[in-house]
Structure formats: structure tokens, C-alpha cells
């Protein structure tokens, strides 16, 4: 079982969180009595939904000789492998027929188990837990439970539009992160006559404090100096718009604007598919335009324009890093990604060697920038 998981010899910036939920496939990319391959972590998964549109996850490597479950049948209740016909069901793994058994041959067949993973569906994604390494031999055995739900959207009102959009990018999921955190490329990246021009770059001072496994960045009025913000005051007919924007380990950063009754949050995910490979994920929901039968497709469409910003930027970016050049991060600008991987050694610290959780940040924190 030596390839069970992926060894860790990466620089430690590129180093994969385990033990956490990672979000690994749209809902609507998976229908009923289907299979899909698909990897997290360096780890090869086949994602399925039974006959009554429950998701799982298996590890896609047959335990009889590795083939690639994803190629298999699957009646929506188990999957057939391709090789010798040896079947599993879909949501324990657990082997329920090997065809070249003869009647005398008492191989104990509920003992073999395709490997599988905890799986849940949250706003409109499915969510897969990849567990820590487990100790060389196992993984024959039966998945133990996730021991924390799936991540979900915060949400304010019982209706409300869901949407989300996906890109891949191109570098570790360190950089993607980073990326995601960083106030400082605003003004140079998300140039747009309906949002900013590197002209409005002004100092910004913005307060932080530490929240469990992670940090917030506390409840502000959001930046005046775009059009969308004054449109959305007037709209909502609000005194006030507040914006929380909390990140926590392993790689959620969530945001939530709020004004008056009216109100929009996003959970943005930057999973890691290999170690030089990530996708960002953000999923949008909102009680804001419900009534404006284009609503969706414009905040889409906003929404769309800067992450494919963001992915471009890191594409070239990639380039650049090929060469392994020496980096920096300054303050203050870029203290929320020390933090974050302040952070992400403090959790390796605490798996490694046991004990409480050190977080680095001990208060509350005011940063100052320019953007
Ligand atoms: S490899 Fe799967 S049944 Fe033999
Ligand atoms: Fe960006």
C-alpha cells in the first residue's frame, strides 16, 4: 500500500492538509447510476450517486489489483469492477461478490473492502473527507465517519439563488490561496470601468481578529469607491452594508455582506488536486435581486470576470515559479498569507506532535495597506 498516499516530499508551501472535507464535483455534473473519476489530494477517486441520487466516494483502485473502478458497471448499488467482475457496494466499499469462487473456497468476502471516503452534498457541490494517513496495511478495512459535518454557506432567510463558478489553476494550492487573501493585485488585476481603475488606490485600514482554525477580517463597511456598493445601498435602502470575511484551515475562505433584510455570502474553496494543481470553487448565495430575472446572470457574470482574472494572473504567474525563484511577503499587505501559513504549521504541528492548537494569532490585529 505504499502509493495509498501521496508522499509528502514537496517543498512545505505545497504540503496537502488531510483530515479535512474537500469539495470535489458540481452536484450537476454527477446524475443518478453514475460513476466519475476525479482526484483531490494526488489521490485517485471514482465519485458516483446511487440508484436514489445519494453521492459517494470510493478510492478508484480495485483492492484485488488495481484497476480503476471508474471504468466498472454500476447499477446504481454496486460497482462492478472491469477485471474479474468482483462487486462492491457503492457506499462502504465493502465486497459483496468475487465470481471465481468455487463452492469450497471460504475467502472471507465481507472482510475486503474497496476503499471509501465519507461524501456529503452542501450547495449544489459534493464533498468528500480525505482522512489522515492511515498506518502501512491498512485501508482494507471499512471508512471510519467524518468527524465534523460538511462545510456549508452561511445563510439568512429560508429562500434564496444559489450559483457558483470553477476554475483550474495552475499552480500549488498555497499560491492559490495566497492568491484569494491578497488585497494588494486589486487595483492591478481587477481593472473594470464598472468596478475600479488603479487610480482609486487609496490607504485602507481594516481590522482583524483570530477565529477557531482560522482568522476574520471584522465586520466593515466595504470600500465606497465602487459603483456596484453605492447601487447596492441605494437599492437596499440601507443605512449600513457590513462585510465579514473569515478564512479557516484548510482552504475556506467565506464572505457575507449584509443590508438591512438583504443579504449575499459566498463560500470560496481552493482545493489542491495535486501538488502543483488546485481549482478554486466559489459558490454564491443571495436573497439580493430575487426579483431581477437577469440577477443571476450578472452577478455570474461579475463574478466570472475576476476569477478568470485571478486565473490568468496565476497561469503567468506559474511561469515564473517553474524556476523556483526566492520570494517574499511583506507587511502589511501580505500578513494575512504569514498568517496563513502560520496557520497551516500550527495544524501540522498539532497532527504531528498531539497537544492544543498554537494559533498565531493571539489578538486582534489592524492592518494597513494601500489598494
Ligand atoms: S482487479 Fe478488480 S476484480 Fe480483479
Ligand atoms: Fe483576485
Redesign the pocket.
Known amino acids: 500500500m505504499a502509493d495509498d498516499y501521496p508522499l509528502q516530499e514537496q517543498t512545505p508551501d505545497s504540503l496537502m492538509l488531510f483530515g479535512f472535507w474537500y469539495r470535489a464535483l458540481a452536484s450537476e455534473k454527477i446524475r443518478r447510476n453514475q460513476l466519475q473519476a476525479t482526484m483531490l489530494l494526488e489521490q485517485s477517486l471514482v465519485i458516483g450517486r446511487d440508484g436514489e441520487g445519494k453521492p459517494f466516494a470510493l478510492r478508484n483502485a ?6 480503476p ?1 471508474s471504468y466498472g458497471q454500476f447499477d446504481g448499488q454496486q460497482v462492478e ?6 462487486k462492491f457496494d457503492a457506499h462502504s466499499g465493502q465486497c459483496t461478490l ?1 465470481p471465481s469462487l468455487v463452492a469450497e473456497q471460504k475467502i472471507k468476502m465481507d472482510r475486503i473492502y474497496a476503499g471509501s471516503y465519507p461524501c456529503e452534498e452542501r450547495d449544489g457541490f459534493i464533498w468528500v473527507f480525505i482522512p489522515d494517513p492511515s498506518p502501512a496495511g491498512a485501508g482494507f478495512t471499512k471508512a471510519a465517519p467524518a468527524p465534523v459535518p460538511a462545510p456549508q454557506i452561511p445563510k439568512f432567510s429560508e429562500r434564496y439563488k444559489l450559483a457558483y463558478l470553477t476554475a483550474d489553476l495552475p499552480c500549488s494550492v498555497d499560491h492559490g490561496i495566497i492568491g484569494l487573501m491578497d488585497p494588494a493585485h486589486g487595483p492591478f488585476v481587477h481593472q473594470a470601468w464598472w468596478w475600479r481603475t488603479r487610480h482609486s488606490i487609496h490607504e485602507k485600514t481594516k481590522n482583524f481578529e483570530p477565529i477557531p482554525f482560522g482568522f476574520r477580517m471584522s465586520a466593515h463597511t466595504p470600500s465606497s469607491n465602487s459603483a456596484p456598493y453605492k447601487l447596492l445601498r441605494l437599492y437596499a435602502k440601507a443605512d449600513s452594508i457590513t462585510t465579514t470575511i473569515d478564512f479557516v484551515l484548510p482552504n475556506l475562505r467565506s464572505e457575507v455582506i449584509r443590508a438591512g433584510k438583504y443579504w449575499f455570502s459566498s463560500l470560496t474553496t481552493v482545493t489542491p488536486i495535486t501538488r502543483n494543481q488546485c481549482r478554486i470553487d466559489v459558490v454564491a448565495a443571495w436573497n439580493l435581486f430575487r426579483w431581477m430575472p437577469f440577477g443571476a446572470t450578472l452577478l455570474k457574470f461579475v463574478f466570472a470576470k475576476f476569477v478568470e482574472q485571478d486565473r490568468r494572473t496565476m497561469e503567468i504567474q506559474s511561469e515564473g515559479l517553474k524556476h523556483n525563484p526566492h520570494l517574499m511577503l511583506i507587511d502589511d499587505a501580505d500578513r494575512p498569507a504569514k498568517w496563513y501559513f502560520a496557520l497551516k504549521a500550527a495544524m501540522l504541528d498539532m497532527k504531528k506532535n498531539g497537544g492544543e492548537f498554537r494559533h498565531p494569532v493571539t489578538g486582534p490585529v489592524t492592518l494597513r495597506w494601500r489598494s
Open positions: 480495485c483492492p484485488h489489483r488495481g484497476m473502478l469492477c472491469p477485471y474479474h467482475g468482483w468475487i
